[in-house]
């Protein structure tokens, strides 16, 4: 049964960045494709990019190509997710999700604020 | 990048009624391998998303029969037979076969 547990959540100054991880149990993490998502408050869901660690290749959506960074350690079965140049706007929750999102993280809160 | 629009986006039902949502995509889903990468996802309260139908109609292991996925090209449907209270939360419909992957606005069901 595959897993994706996040790290912690994120308290973050207007300007900063922050980094993001998640690390996959119980499957082969090179096999799989891994999705980012995040979820301001009260709002739905916005797809950010994606990364396929057997490749070592990383997708943002246009949105986001300037200030994000997907990553993959094999090593240490884990994918990250950074973001720069955060503004109040960047608050939300963000998920990691397997590809096609049959299994999600529990989310990371990331609050950018004064 | 593909417009998944979804309705109604609130729905109120009674408990043991049906409940169906709408997801129109602004391009054919259809994959050029004859796959539709059209996914329903569902968000409880509090939790992260839950996919439930991946492929338009496939359900997810552990998902009660009573929910189905139906459509083809841009037309899509999320039907819940008889709607439990445990059903409420925030649906999402998701296309992954047009590059950036795009969700439905979300449909929130509540029990009248």
């Known amino acids: 049964q595959v897993q994706l547990v996040q790290s912690g959540a994120e308290v973050k100054k207007p300007g900063s960045s922050v980094k993001v991880s998640c690390k996959v149990s119980?499957?082969?993490?090179?096999?799989?494709?891994f999705s980012w998502v995040r979820q301001a408050p009260g709002q739905g869901l916005e797809w950010m990019g994606g990364?396929?660690?057997?490749?070592?290749?990383?997708n943002s959506a246009q949105k986001f190509q300037d200030r994000v960074t997907l990553t993959a350690d094999k090593s240490k079965n884990t994918v990250y997710m950074e973001m720069s140049s955060l503004t109040s706007e960047d608050t939300a929750v963000y998920y990691c999700?397997?590809?096609?999102?049959?299994?999600w993280g529990q989310g990371t809160l990331v609050i950018v604020s004064s | 990048d593909v417009v998944m629009t979804q309705s109604p986006l609130s729905l109120s039902v009674t408990l043991g009624q049906p409940a169906s949502i709408s997801c129109t995509s602004s391009?054919?889903?259809?994959?050029?391998?004859?796959?539709?990468?059209l996914y329903w996802f569902q968000q409880r309260p509090g939790q992260s998303p839950r996919r439930l139908i991946y492929?338009?109609?496939n359900r997810d292991s552990g998902v009660p029969d009573r929910f189905s996925g139906s459509g083809s090209g841009t037309d899509f449907t999320l039907k819940i037979s008889r709607v439990e209270a445990e059903d409420v939360g925030v649906y999402y419909c998701?296309?992954?076969?047009?590059?950036?992957?795009?969700f439905g606005q979300g449909t929130k069901l509540e029990i009248k």
């Open positions: 119980g499957g082969n993490f090179s096999s799989f494709a």
């Open positions: 492929k338009v109609s």
């Open positions: 998701m296309q992954g076969t047009h590059w950036p992957e795009t």
């Open positions: 990364i396929i660690p057997f490749f070592g290749s990383a």
């Open positions: 391009q054919s889903l259809l994959y050029s391998d004859g796959t539709t990468h």
């Open positions: 999700a397997r590809g096609g999102g049959v299994v």
